[in-house]
């Protein structure tokens, strides 16, 4: 007889899935990268297979690449523990290890990695019986249809519901975690208020903007800079009086110093100008190693052919 499954009361984070690739880690106390074989993953870590000892507290830096053709996963990890003997297939000799610093895109591939992994009615290695059942990468013995197709259905429902709850913790905040002491950014959400009519399309616009900064907040916060300075617009005007390059360049080399940033926002306030235009003003909470500060912050908005982007950004202390 099998376990009964039930993943309803476990944190999207918190689940992990069978996965077979390589991984190179890098140790500061060695000039050499280490490459062991993964045994599963999740939002917060992952298993690597491994006859070694690693002291739990190590930090190291890892990089792989999910499956072929998929971006390769980049980040900083430390060890956790580590099981000495095989305890069968399910438990193989090795060691775990905490996610403590992701690149934004490393975070969106593992999580549709085991979105579509519950999708398609795999069993999480945490749940699975002695005997694995199958699942979409590790095949061992055949599913019939219907009970397949059950689970798959019932699956696709809870992890769609975790999913959700995970990105959205609660009904006032958006939250944007990643594993350990890394920084995290919170975006207010407002108050939904389903008798106001949509004019104009207002609410689609208010929307569109809150997404934009949910973006932008995340993309500084991780330092994925690209994707941070592709929230503003061509025409952005610096408030220095800074050319728009010389400004990139500044902003690139400030990203790039060594130490973890973190972004937190507060009470957002929306004004639509015109159709094309608008104005988001909130607190900003901002920290750095030997830093912080918290201030008030404006953006003028712009919506072009690309979507809402930062045309000016004003800031007062407070």
């Not at 290695?125 to 013995?141: A, F, G, I, K």
């Not at 890394?182 to 207002?202: K, M």
């Not at 902003?251 to 937190?264: A, D, F, K, M, S």
Request: glycine share 8%; hydrophobic share 35%.
């Amino acid at each position: 007889m099998k376990e009964h499954i039930d993943i309803s009361d476990i944190r999207f984070e918190s689940l992990r899935v069978p996965i077979d690739c390589e991984v190179e880690l890098r140790f500061e106390a060695s000039s050499e990268p280490v490459r062991l074989t993964a045994a599963n993953i999740s939002m917060s870590g992952m298993f690597l297979r491994s006859s070694r000892r690693y002291v739990p507290g190590t930090v190291c830096e890892l990089d792989f690449e999910l499956q072929p053709g998929e971006p390769r996963v980049r980040g900083e990890a430390e060890v956790l523990w580590h099981r000495d003997r095989d305890g069968g297939p399910d438990r193989p000799r090795g060691v775990g290890i905490r996610f403590l610093d992701l690149e934004l895109e490393s975070k969106y591939a593992i999580s549709r990695l085991v979105d579509r992994y519950l999708q398609l009615g795999g069993v999480p290695v945490q749940l699975s019986t002695v005997e694995r059942e199958t699942s979409p990468w590790h095949s061992r013995r055949p599913f019939s249809v219907p009970i397949w197709l059950a689970v798959a259905f019932g699956l696709g429902l809870i992890a769609g519901f975790i999913g959700s709850q995970w990105l959205l913790r609660s009904p006032d905040h958006t939250s944007m975690e990643i594993t350990g002491d890394a920084p995290r950014a919170f975006i207010t959400r407002p108050h939904a208020t389903p008798e106001t009519p949509d004019i104009g399309g207002r609410d689609v616009q208010t929307s569109a903007i809150r997404t934009l900064i949910k973006e932008w907040t995340e993309a500084w916060s991780g330092k994925h800079i690209d994707h941070y300075l592709g929230c503003y617009s061509e025409r952005f005007e610096p408030s220095s009086g800074q050319s728009l390059a010389t400004w990139k360049v500044q902003r690139r080399n400030r990203l790039n110093r060594p130490g973890e940033i973190g972004v937190e926002i507060f009470e957002i306030e929306i004004e639509t100008l015109t159709p094309d235009r608008a104005r988001a003003r909130f607190e900003q909470a901002f920290t750095s190693p030997g830093y912080r500060d918290r201030v008030t912050k404006t953006l003028e908005l712009i919506k072009e052919d690309r979507g809402w982007k930062i045309l000016r950004e004003e800031v007062s202390q407070q």
